[in-house]
């Protein structure tokens, strides 16, 4: 058989675009039109075997018919990417609808206006964080507040903690990839605004500092990772460890009410000295002892001292001339106190059944 004249070459490559527009147009999803693709377009097509026999034609005539079949082949591709970007569309509009979540709480004879529509409210721990600013305004304390992101030197090396100190380890740091390797990180407690406060303030200082702190805790019934502190710091001429003392039991009669109380027990830190660490009576069960406070009685609250001599030095302040103590515990710890929650993970849950009753 012989090649074909021009005009049939011409007739069989509308023939072939026709089929492969039909073709087109019936992929239903984008690996089928690439199927399609590679059988109208590909070097079994029927475009590349007209294509091939242009060699028998003659000279003259050759070149039209090559600019009809590549004529054809464009306005096939064209029809392929046009398709293309439809099923992309179709196919990326299904997903987003397979994926879509439903963020929207149905309050069941809720309707527009209805007297029964739920409200949110502000969280424990904020309300908390409230409660215990007031409180202590009202001992006449201020409030002062500080970054979360802070240096090693205002987490740390201020606070009487060099780098080889074994209370670095135990804090589990969370660590930033900002300037000099573990140089920077999420402060582990609020004491380092207790120095930028003795660092700009003028002496005295009565301060409270409320905020978030982050340490690599293991979540349990009285721990999370991501907490709440609240820090206080006193300094002034002539204050003792029975300032300290009072303080802590007047506080806590104040907020928990006259059935709690404190007690101190020896403790270390290394930018308080002496120290202690300060418990209450466990509000869950009274102080008869319970799961949440290890059958004790009492719960931990925080820790606390007298300002070591050597933080004074590091902030510029006259340890002969000045004393002070400071304090520290958990706001989330005191919501879980006074709202007698057995887990304190209950909140980071946001559970609305538990949020809309306390």
Not at 117 to 144: C, I, K, N, P, S
Request: aromatic share 6%; glycine share 10%.
């Amino acid at each position: 058989m012989g090649a074909e004249p021009s005009d049939s070459i011409s007739a069989a490559a509308s023939e072939a675009e026709a089929a492969a527009d039909t073709a087109v147009v019936a992929a239903a999803t984008v690996e089928e039109l690439r199927a399609v693709e590679s059988t109208v377009l590909g070097k079994h097509s029927r475009l590349a075997g007209l294509n091939q026999g242009l060699g028998g034609l003659p000279p003259e005539r050759r070149r039209a018919a090559g600019q009809e079949l590549q004529g054809a082949r464009a306005r096939v591709r064209e029809a392929i990417e046009k398709r293309r970007g439809e099923l992309e569309v179709d196919e990326r509009r299904a997903r987003l609808d397979a994926e879509r979540l439903d963020l929207t709480e149905l309050v069941p004879g809720a309707g527009r206006g209805h007297a029964d529509l739920g409200r949110g409210y502000v969280h424990l721990v904020t309300r908390t964080r409230w409660q215990l600013e007031d409180t202590f305004v009202g001992m006449g304390f201020e409030v002062a507040e500080g970054p979360e992101v802070e240096t090693d030197w205002y987490n740390f090396e201020a606070l009487n903690m060099p780098p080889a100190h074994p209370a670095r380890t135990g804090q589990d740091s969370f660590y930033l990839r900002l300037g000099e390797p573990e140089s920077v990180l999420l402060r582990t407690q609020t004491s380092p605004v207790q120095v930028r406060l003795m660092e700009s303030r003028q002496l005295p200082i009565y301060a409270v500092v409320p905020g978030r702190c982050y340490r690599r805790e293991t979540p349990d019934a009285r721990h999370i990772p991501t907490f709440h502190q609240i820090e206080g710091l006193v300094v002034d001429h002539g204050i003792t460890f029975g300032d300290l003392a009072g303080t802590i039991e007047a506080f806590t009669t104040a907020y928990f009410g006259p059935a709690i109380h404190s007690r101190l027990r020896p403790g270390s830190f290394p930018f308080t000295e002496p120290s202690a660490e300060f418990d209450i009576t466990c509000a869950i069960c009274g102080g008869s002892g319970c799961r949440t406070c290890s059958s004790s009685g009492w719960v931990e609250l925080g820790g606390c001292g007298m300002v070591d001599p050597n933080v004074f030095a590091n902030v510029g302040i006259d340890a002969k001339e000045w004393t002070g103590f400071a304090f520290g515990f958990g706001i989330d710890r005191c919501a879980q106190m006074r709202h007698g929650l057995a887990d304190m993970r209950a909140l980071l849950d946001n559970d609305i059944r538990l949020l809309s009753q306390i």
